[in-house]
């Protein structure tokens, strides 16, 4: 007994610990590079101590390191899901596994989602199956205030330090939503994001001056100070908006606050202003398909949404912000190769099969500002690699082999387990939890 609690505890702490970065070499692929080029044909990817060094067409394979065939299969990065709240939401009607918003909390802006992530969540292995590799994790709101907190972003790997960057953002709601919990209107929503950056900006400047009044303060100390690398332009602020005529307030208050580093997000409206989006050099992650308006604020939807914004100029990602965020980031394939389809129908406006892609790739980092570090298979990016079955925008293809960090993981989950236990069901013993 003694000696299988040890082999249990020696299993937890090798969870617990990230597995050492590998090298390894994918060779005869037909690679997408993720930067909104076409893929090629006969393509290798080499990473080594976690980092991608080298991929393209006629690339030497270093001595040494591992190698695997993709035997002419689609290889390509791992994708980045634009907008989630995986890992902090297991149930959402069960308020001991949702950890996305805080009601009874006296703060909002300084709330850190990073704390609460589980590795375990169960969304994190079945979305890791289907070639998932990072994610953005956002807070959600509550009652009282616009801001939700600090979102972070994450890998799907195996082990438990889930966390690959932490405090990256600040995520608020503006339009219906923000007006509704700033207290019932868009225009107590933008006095209090004004006031807030304001706050914070001062605070920024002279930590020590700024008076406090604990539960009674618009902005506590802590939410203060988290707001502070939002007003100087060191943390960018992610802001769900989907009206158009609410795009151009929040635009125009970037002019006035120049060094704010806005994203959009849902922006179901953006194609009407995306003008304006663009020549304020603000990205968006977009929700991908909304053809219906299920709001006064998204009456001008259309599935030529990205499309147009993407004609315009806008650098523009796709997330999936109220589409059962916390489990189905694996959605974002089947979206962007409906928006390649769209390109086949008279009228609408879609994205060619390279910038699809990149949507559910590097646009999404670059909006983020982290570009450098992941989303594309370019020299110095994180080693996430998906090897595929098939094109990996075709809903019936499935990946085959997934690295993190050049770590080959596992694909199996709860659910594939449970399919092979019972994909051939005989008569014979009941299983242990029958069993009386």
């Given at each position: 007994m003694k000696k299988t609690l040890l082999l249990g505890a020696a299993c937890l702490a090798a969870l617990a610990t990230p597995a050492a970065a590998q090298d390894v070499a994918i060779t005869n692929a037909k690679l997408v590079i993720g930067d909104g080029s076409a893929p090629v044909e006969g393509g290798t990817v080499v990473v080594r101590g976690g980092r991608v060094v080298a991929a393209g067409t006629g690339v030497a394979v270093p001595a040494g390191v591992r190698v695997v065939d993709a035997g002419g299969r689609w290889v390509s990065p791992g994708i980045f899901a634009g907008f989630t709240r995986m890992g902090i939401v297991e149930v959402d009607g069960v308020s001991s596994t949702?950890?996305?918003?805080?009601?009874?909390?006296?703060?909002?802006?300084a709330l850190d989602v990073a704390p609460a992530v589980n590795a375990r969540t169960s969304a994190i292995a079945i979305n890791r199956a289907e070639g998932i590799t990072r994610a953005v994790v956002a807070p959600d709101t509550s009652k009282g205030s616009i801001f939700a907190g600090q979102g972070a972003v994450i890998d799907l790997g195996t082990d438990m330090d889930a966390v690959s960057k932490p405090r990256?953002?600040?995520?608020?709601?503006?339009?219906?939503?923000?007006?509704?919990?700033?207290?019932?209107?868009?225009?107590?929503?933008?006095?209090?994001?004004?006031?807030?950056?304001?706050?914070?900006?001062?605070?920024?400047?002279?930590?020590?001056?700024?008076?406090?009044?604990?539960?009674?303060?618009?902005?506590?100390r802590a939410d203060a100070e988290a707001l502070s690398g939002v007003a100087q332009g060191k943390v960018p602020l992610l802001?769900?908006?989907?009206?158009?005529?609410?795009?151009?307030?929040?635009?125009?208050?970037?002019?006035?606050?120049?060094?704010?580093?806005?994203?959009?997000?849902?922006?179901?409206?953006?194609?009407?202003?995306?003008?304006?989006?663009?020549?304020?050099?603000?990205?968006?992650?977009?929700?991908?398909?909304?053809?219906?308006?299920?709001?006064?604020?998204?009456?001008?939807?259309?599935?030529?949404?990205?499309?147009?914004?993407?004609?315009?100029?806008?650098?523009?990602?796709?997330?999936?912000?109220?589409?059962?965020?916390?489990?189905?980031?694996?959605?974002?394939?089947?979206?962007?190769?409906?928006?390649?389809?769209?390109?086949?129908?008279?009228?609408?406006?879609?994205?060619?099969?390279?910038?699809?892609?990149?949507?559910?790739?590097?646009?999404?980092?670059?909006?983020?500002?982290?570009?450098?570090?992941?989303?594309?298979?370019?020299?110095?990016?994180?080693?996430?690699?998906?090897?595929?079955?098939?094109?990996?925008?075709e809903i019936g293809s499935a990946a085959v082999s997934v690295f993190i960090d050049g770590v080959e993981q596992p694909l199996t989950s709860r659910q594939t387990r449970l399919r092979d236990r019972y994909w051939d069901p005989k008569e014979g013993a009941l299983p242990k939890a029958y069993q009386r």
């Open positions: 949702n950890d996305a918003s805080a009601g009874g909390s006296p703060f909002n802006a990256a953002f600040q995520f608020m709601e503006y339009g219906e939503n923000g007006g509704r919990v700033a207290g019932g209107s868009r225009p107590a929503a933008y006095a209090m994001l004004r006031n807030a950056l304001f706050e914070a900006r001062d605070y920024a400047r002279n930590p020590a001056s700024f008076a406090d009044r604990g539960k009674d303060a618009l902005l506590t802001v769900h908006v989907e009206r158009g005529s609410d795009i151009l307030v929040l635009l125009a208050l970037k002019r006035e606050v120049p060094a704010l580093r806005l994203v959009l997000v849902g922006a179901t409206e953006g194609w009407t202003v995306a003008k304006e989006i663009a020549a304020a050099g603000v990205p968006v992650i977009a929700t991908a398909l909304n053809d219906l308006p299920e709001s006064f604020e998204q009456l001008a939807a259309t599935q030529s949404n990205i499309g147009r914004m993407k004609a315009a100029g806008v650098l523009v990602g796709i997330g999936t912000i109220n589409q059962d965020e916390a489990r189905q980031a694996r959605w974002e394939k089947q979206f962007a190769g409906n928006l390649v389809a769209l390109t086949r129908v008279p009228g609408a406006t879609g994205l060619d099969w390279g910038a699809a892609f990149a949507a559910i790739s590097s646009k999404p980092a670059e909006a983020l500002g982290m570009g450098a570090d992941f989303g594309s298979l370019q020299p110095g990016r994180h080693g996430d690699v998906v090897i595929w079955d098939g094109d990996p925008l």
